[in-house]
């Protein structure tokens, strides 16, 4: 089965920038688009990134998403970061047709 | 307004049975698959079930396998998850999710599982 890793948490200041990876545990993760959500305590998840780099309307530009073919792997990159930022962030991707999480990660602005 | 609002959660003794439903509102139901993701307490989320827009495909986690229905009503805009001998780890937040990207959630009903 595909499986995916996140680290568990991440932790940066104001202003700077961060970057979570997600890590997939067979094949290729460009086979398939991986989308990444954010939830704050309490709400459901939304999506930050869709089909790998898409931003959905509303969402700001200091959040970007990109592959990294060589090292199998998803990254979300959030610049600027605000207080509001601080929340769970987790990638999504396919095995066939089933939806495959990755454990999620714990963002912390500092 | 696009939108999709579960129902149907509650408290439920092992060995129980529930029925989820998720009501869509705002966009053409019948045209997306659907799925059911749950999020058991201070955990991660965790993909449950599947269905293809005319129900002739049917996909679930191994660990609901047997137990969980997912089913589909387009002329309701309705989805459901049937649940059945129901567990202790089966507690969660249970959302229902349009299959487009970007996707489209609702809110979340809770379940819990408990003598």
């Known amino acids: 089965n595909f499986m995916l890793t996140q680290p568990h948490s991440v932790s940066e200041s104001p202003g700077k920038t961060v970057t979570i990876t997600c890590t997939g545990s067979?094949?290729?993760?460009?086979?398939?688009?991986v989308q990444w959500y954010q939830q704050r305590p309490g709400s459901a998840p939304t999506t930050v990134i869709y089909?790998?780099?898409?931003?959905p309307s509303g969402v700001p530009d200091r959040f970007s998403g990109s592959i990294d073919s060589s090292s199998n792997s998803a990254s979300l990159t959030i610049s600027g970061l605000k207080a509001e930022d601080e929340a769970d962030y987790y990638c999504?991707?396919?095995?066939?047709?089933?939806?495959?999480f990755g454990g999620g990660t714990k963002l912390a602005v500092l | 307004e696009v939108q999709l609002v579960e129902s149907g959660g509650g408290l439920v003794k092992p060995g129980g049975s529930l029925r989820l439903s998720c009501a869509a509102s705002?966009?053409?139901?019948?045209?997306?698959?659907m799925n059911w993701v749950r999020q058991a307490p201070g955990k991660g989320l965790e993909w449950v079930a599947s269905?293809?827009?005319?129900?002739?495909?049917?996909y679930y986690a191994d660990s609901v396998k047997g137990r969980f229905a997912i089913s589909r009503d387009n002329a309701k805009n309705s989805l459901y998850l049937q649940m059945d001998s129901l567990r202790a780890e089966d507690t969660a937040v249970y959302y229902c999710?349009?299959?487009?990207?970007?996707?489209?959630w609702g809110q979340g009903t809770l379940v819990t599982v408990s003598s």
């Open positions: 067979s094949g290729s993760i460009a086979r398939n688009y």
């Open positions: 999710a349009r299959a487009s990207l970007p996707s489209l």
């Open positions: 999504q991707s396919y095995d066939g047709s089933n939806w495959v």
């Open positions: 705002g966009f053409t139901f019948s045209t997306y698959s």
């Open positions: 269905i293809s827009t005319t129900r002739s495909n049917k």
């Open positions: 089909e790998d780099n898409q931003r």
